[in-house]
C-alpha cells in the first residue's frame, strides 16, 4: 500500500505556522514583562485613585503644641509649689476638696491627665507626669494642720539650686531626681507650668539629649576638664 507523499507547501504552511505562533508567545511575554515594570516604577494602578477608601493615605497629626494662658489666668509659682509640700520633691498635698468615699483613687485623672482650665479656679489643672499610677491618693493627701502632729525640731532642706550648668552657656542641669517624672513637659511646658522654670523650646521634647541629672554632672564635668575629678 503506497503512501501519499506531503507536498512541499505542505511543510512550508506548518513552519510558517510555528514561526507565528512564537512570535505571539514572545510578543506577549514581553508586554507583560514590560506592563510589570511599568507598575514597580509608578506604583500599583490602584494608586492613580488616592481617594479609594480602603487605600486612602492619611497624613500624620500634627505636632502637638504649646497653648499660652488666657489673660487674667492665675500663675502657678514656684512659691506656691513648694508651699504645698513638706520638702521639695514630696508630693504635693490636694489643695481642694476630694469626695471622702474610702477609695484611693478619686478620679483625678479626669483633669490631672490633660489639664485644662478650670472657671472656678481662674487656673489651669497642673499636669501629672504619671498618669499610669491610678492611686493618687496614696501619695497625695488633703492638708491636715491642726491636732494630728506633735512639735518636731525638723526643718525643711534647702531647695534645689536652679541655673547651674556644667560649663559656660551649656544646657541647664536638672536639679532633682527624674523618679516619677520623667515626662518633663508635665511641668515645664504649657500654661499650667510654674512660671520660672518654663521651657523656651517645648517643641524639643527630647530633653534629656542636653539636660543632664545633677547628680551626673561630675562625671560631664571630668571628660571636659581632666582637672576635675
Known sequence: MSTKQASPLTGVLILAGFV????VVFFGVRARLQSGT???EHGPSWMEHPLEPRMKKTAPPPPRTVSTP???AKVRTLQEFYSRRAYA??????PHAVENDGLISDGCLNCHQEGGY????????????????G???QCHVLQVSAGLFVETEWTQPDLPPRG????PGGPLEIPHSLQFRENCLACHAGPQAIIEIRSSHPERTNCLQCH????NMQSFKSQIDPRVK
Request: hydrophobic share 35%; proline share 16%.
Open 135 to 137: 492611686n493618687c491618693r
Open 118 to 133: 478650670v472657671p472656678e479656679y481662674n487656673a489651669y489643672t497642673p499636669i501629672t507626669p504619671h498618669p499610669e499610677m
Open 89 to 94: 520633691g514630696a508630693p504635693p498635698i490636694i
Open 20 to 23: 507565528v505562533l512564537g512570535m
Open 164 to 167: 547651674r550648668q556644667a560649663i
Open 212 to 215: 543632664v541629672v545633677g547628680d
Open 70 to 72: 488666657r489673660p487674667g
Open 38 to 40: 511599568a507598575s514597580a
